[in-house]
Protein backbone atom coordinates (compact mmCIF):
# COMPACT_ATOMS: atom_id res chain seq x y z
CA UNK A 1 0.00 0.00 0.00
CA UNK A 2 3.00 2.21 0.97
CA UNK A 3 5.93 2.38 2.45
CA UNK A 4 4.84 2.27 6.31
CA UNK A 5 1.36 0.48 5.77
CA UNK A 6 0.52 -3.08 4.27
CA UNK A 7 -2.84 -4.34 3.23
CA UNK A 8 -2.35 -6.88 6.22
CA UNK A 9 -2.07 -4.05 9.02
CA UNK A 10 -5.22 -2.19 7.31
CA UNK A 11 -7.46 -5.30 7.06
CA UNK A 12 -6.32 -7.24 10.00
CA UNK A 13 -9.00 -7.78 12.36
CA UNK A 14 -8.76 -9.99 16.01
CA UNK A 15 -12.66 -9.87 16.38
CA UNK A 16 -12.90 -11.01 12.59
CA UNK A 17 -10.18 -13.82 13.43
CA UNK A 18 -12.31 -14.82 16.56
CA UNK A 19 -15.46 -14.87 14.79
CA UNK A 20 -14.33 -15.84 11.33
CA UNK A 21 -15.30 -13.58 9.54
CA UNK A 22 -13.53 -12.53 6.10
CA UNK A 23 -12.49 -9.44 6.34
CA UNK A 24 -11.16 -9.54 2.64
CA UNK A 25 -11.46 -6.02 0.98
CA UNK A 26 -12.96 -5.62 -2.73
CA UNK A 27 -11.03 -3.82 -5.18
CA UNK A 28 -12.60 -0.56 -4.60
CA UNK A 29 -12.33 -0.88 -0.80
CA UNK A 30 -7.76 -1.91 -1.66
CA UNK A 31 -8.04 0.92 -3.82
CA UNK A 32 -9.62 3.49 -1.20
CA UNK A 33 -6.94 2.19 1.33
CA UNK A 34 -4.51 2.98 -1.16
CA UNK A 35 -5.54 6.45 -1.39
CA UNK A 36 -5.36 6.69 2.53
CA UNK A 37 -2.48 6.11 3.13
CA UNK A 38 -0.87 8.04 0.09
CA UNK A 39 -2.83 11.38 0.82
CA UNK A 40 -3.65 10.87 4.88
CA UNK A 41 -1.81 7.76 6.70
CA UNK A 42 2.11 8.92 5.43
CA UNK A 43 1.44 12.66 5.33
CA UNK A 44 0.38 12.40 9.28
CA UNK A 45 3.31 9.66 10.14
CA UNK A 46 5.72 12.01 8.64
CA UNK A 47 4.25 15.06 10.28
CA UNK A 48 4.40 13.71 13.74
CA UNK A 49 7.35 12.14 13.06
CA UNK A 50 7.20 8.51 14.99
CA UNK A 51 5.50 5.21 13.70
CA UNK A 52 1.53 4.53 13.71
CA UNK A 53 0.06 1.37 14.85
CA UNK A 54 -3.12 0.58 13.13
CA UNK A 55 -5.77 -0.49 15.31
CA UNK A 56 -8.76 -1.01 12.51
CA UNK A 57 -8.46 -0.09 9.14
CA UNK A 58 -11.31 -1.53 6.53
CA UNK A 59 -14.16 -3.47 8.04
CA UNK A 60 -16.33 -5.56 6.19
CA UNK A 61 -20.32 -5.42 6.96
CA UNK A 62 -20.08 -8.11 9.26
CA UNK A 63 -16.98 -6.91 11.21
CA UNK A 64 -18.15 -3.28 11.39
CA UNK A 65 -21.57 -4.63 12.72
CA UNK A 66 -19.60 -7.07 15.31
CA UNK A 67 -17.44 -3.97 16.22
CA UNK A 68 -20.46 -2.02 16.79
CA UNK A 69 -19.38 0.56 13.96
CA UNK A 70 -21.69 3.01 12.67
CA UNK A 71 -23.94 2.03 9.36
CA UNK A 72 -22.08 4.76 7.61
CA UNK A 73 -18.86 4.42 9.02
CA UNK A 74 -15.77 5.34 6.37
CA UNK A 75 -14.04 2.33 7.71
CA UNK A 76 -16.34 0.09 4.85
CA UNK A 77 -15.12 1.14 2.17
CA UNK A 78 -11.62 1.65 2.87
CA UNK A 79 -11.44 5.62 3.65
CA UNK A 80 -10.36 5.27 7.41
CA UNK A 81 -7.83 4.02 9.78
CA UNK A 82 -7.92 4.13 13.30
CA UNK A 83 -4.22 4.84 14.68
CA UNK A 84 -2.26 5.30 17.45
CA UNK A 85 1.27 6.87 17.02
CA UNK A 86 3.65 5.25 19.03
CA UNK A 87 5.78 6.92 21.42
CA UNK A 88 3.52 10.28 21.52
CA UNK A 89 0.72 11.44 23.52
CA UNK A 90 -2.31 11.10 21.82
CA UNK A 91 -4.06 13.96 22.41
CA UNK A 92 -1.28 16.25 21.29
CA UNK A 93 -0.52 14.23 18.29
CA UNK A 94 -4.72 14.89 17.81
CA UNK A 95 -4.33 18.29 17.64
CA UNK A 96 -1.19 18.36 15.51
CA UNK A 97 -2.94 16.62 13.06
CA UNK A 98 -6.29 18.46 13.60
CA UNK A 99 -4.43 21.72 13.07
CA UNK A 100 -2.68 20.56 10.30
CA UNK A 101 -3.30 21.36 6.36
CA UNK A 102 -3.33 17.40 5.77
CA UNK A 103 -6.71 16.34 3.79
CA UNK A 104 -8.92 14.88 6.36
CA UNK A 105 -12.09 14.24 6.27
CA UNK A 106 -12.80 13.21 9.61
CA UNK A 107 -10.69 13.16 12.70
CA UNK A 108 -11.81 11.74 15.75
CA UNK A 109 -10.06 11.60 19.19
CA UNK A 110 -12.24 8.25 20.05
CA UNK A 111 -11.67 7.25 24.12
CA UNK A 112 -8.67 8.91 24.44
CA UNK A 113 -7.21 5.71 23.37
CA UNK A 114 -7.23 5.94 19.31
CA UNK A 115 -7.61 8.52 16.57
CA UNK A 116 -9.67 7.75 13.55
CA UNK A 117 -8.60 9.59 10.61
CA UNK A 118 -10.75 9.13 7.28
CA UNK A 119 -10.62 10.74 3.91
CA UNK A 120 -13.46 11.74 2.06
CA UNK A 121 -15.19 10.12 -1.15
CA UNK A 122 -13.21 10.67 -4.24
CA UNK A 123 -14.54 13.74 -5.79
CA UNK A 124 -15.87 15.30 -2.32
CA UNK A 125 -14.37 17.92 -0.94
CA UNK A 126 -12.96 16.79 2.74
CA UNK A 127 -15.12 18.15 5.34
CA UNK A 128 -12.30 18.99 7.96
CA UNK A 129 -14.22 17.55 10.48
CA UNK A 130 -13.07 17.48 13.79
CA UNK A 131 -14.36 15.42 16.90
CA UNK A 132 -14.09 13.47 20.37
CA UNK A 133 -15.80 10.08 21.33
CA UNK A 134 -16.98 8.95 23.85
CA UNK A 135 -18.67 6.12 25.51
CA UNK A 136 -18.39 2.51 23.54
CA UNK A 137 -20.35 0.65 20.53
CA UNK A 138 -23.78 1.80 20.02
CA UNK A 139 -23.83 4.55 22.50
CA UNK A 140 -21.02 6.56 20.79
CA UNK A 141 -21.22 10.68 21.55
CA UNK A 142 -19.48 12.81 19.27
CA UNK A 143 -18.41 16.50 20.40
CA UNK A 144 -17.05 19.11 17.99
CA UNK A 145 -13.84 20.66 17.97
CA UNK A 146 -13.11 23.80 17.27
Known amino acids: MS ?5 EALTFSQTATRKGIDNTPPQ ?3 DSLNLL ?3 L ?12 RVDSGFRCEALNEAVGGAKTSAHLDGRAADCIPE ?15 LPYDQIIFECQAWIHL ?7 T ?11 PGHWAYQAVA
Open 126 to 136: PRRQALTATGG
Open 28 to 30: QAI
Open 41 to 52: LEPARALLGCPF
Open 87 to 101: GMNLQSAFLTLKNSD
Open 118 to 124: AIARVGE
Open 37 to 39: CSS
Open 3 to 7: EHFTL
